[in-house]
């Protein structure tokens, strides 16, 4: 085992992935020489030479294309894009194009391609690099949507992500670039489409992802104190998701509680509220509850944009007041 925090484990990942593959190239924009925007990359050029790591131009469309064509020539890239606001100007790429290939080709033609981005808010950069995108991925078939909320899930789940046939958008979380955490040695690998039980209980499960699972796992300690048991679900990925983990756990507790960073309307959480309406609707003893991001662009001051997404705080007491109503 090794601890490191979560901007180490992105380069931890990669260099795994490249060490472990020699089709394994990595580009973006200053990951190179810099050592990536937010030196999540340090040390990767000098270890694999300028060969496998490419810095690019400052054009989104460039790296998406650029990887598109070297993943359909037998290599096997991993693309950064600085910030997942900015998959919106490649998005023609990213879903008309890559998402589609192999349905298109007949299976004639796979896309094993990884496209890492920066995700969320938290750190104060404004409304144009903050913003939580998993849901407008989620919705793309063709894609899969992963979204680590640890440095051991980071490891493993890139690990899996390089080694899937098919593309796979990887969100990293900037809110959790310090956390840290123990990663195990090897050719640790963390399969796509599995959900983890991050904490056991029996009277509600909080579905969470990414930055929400530790707002979810201080709020459960704290409804803890006052006799709540709460199960608390990291998601890891959104495609393919874990159905029968959020049903399980339902089934378990019978009271469901989503949270999610992104605004509220056609959030991830709705699918997870539909799904187990239709799944597991006898076992739910009241309604289900969304707590999500305030319907605003991410306010740039820190007072407003902490306000703007959930919080512990929040979660705990829109909790205590539904379960005081029940």
């Not at 983990?245 to 699918?271: F, H, M, Q, Y």
Request: with cysteine; proline share 6%; net charge negative.
């Amino acid at each position: 085992m090794t601890t490191i925090n979560y901007r180490q484990a992105i380069t931890e990942g990669i260099a795994r992935a490249m060490r472990r593959d020699e089709r394994v190239v990595f580009l973006g924009e200053d990951v190179g020489e810099a050592g990536g925007a937010f030196k999540s990359t340090v040390g990767l050029i000098e270890e694999f030479g300028p060969g496998r790591v490419w810095d690019t131009p400052i054009s989104e469309q460039a790296i998406i294309g650029a990887a598109m064509g070297a993943a359909m020539n037998g290599l096997r890239p991993i693309a950064e894009i600085m910030f997942s606001d900015f998959l919106s100007v490649c998005w023609d790429g990213i879903a008309n194009e890559i998402a589609k290939a192999r349905y298109m080709t007949g299976g004639q033609l796979e896309v094993p391609l990884v496209i890492r981005t920066h995700n969320g808010a938290g750190m104060g950069f404004g409304a144009q690099h903050s913003q939580s995108l998993e849901n407008m991925a989620m919705m793309v078939p063709g894609l899969k949507v992963v979204a680590p909320s640890n440095p051991a899930d980071l490891v493993g789940l890139l690990a899996s992500a390089v080694d899937d046939p098919d593309p796979v958008l990887f969100f990293e979380h900037k809110n959790l670039f310090n956390d840290k955490g123990e990663v195990p040695d090897g050719d640790h690998c963390v399969p796509l489409g599995r959900a983890a039980i991050v904490r056991p209980g029996t009277d509600v499960t909080i579905v969470s992802l990414a930055a929400m699972v530790p707002v979810a796992l201080e709020a459960a300690e704290a409804l803890g104190g006052q006799g709540v048991s709460c199960e608390v679900l990291d998601l890891r990925c959104l495609a393919p998701l874990d159905l029968d983990a959020i049903v399980a756990s339902v089934e378990k507790t019978s009271r469901l509680v989503v949270v999610e960073e992104n605004p509220r309307a056609c959030g991830w959480g709705a699918e997870i509220a539909s799904l187990v309406v239709e799944h597991a609707f006898w076992s739910l003893d009241g309604p289900i509850m969304r707590i999500t991001g305030a319907p605003v662009p991410v306010p740039f001051a820190a007072n407003l944009e902490a306000a703007a997404i959930p919080s512990a705080a929040g979660v705990v007491e829109q909790m205590t007041a539904a379960l005081a109503s029940a």
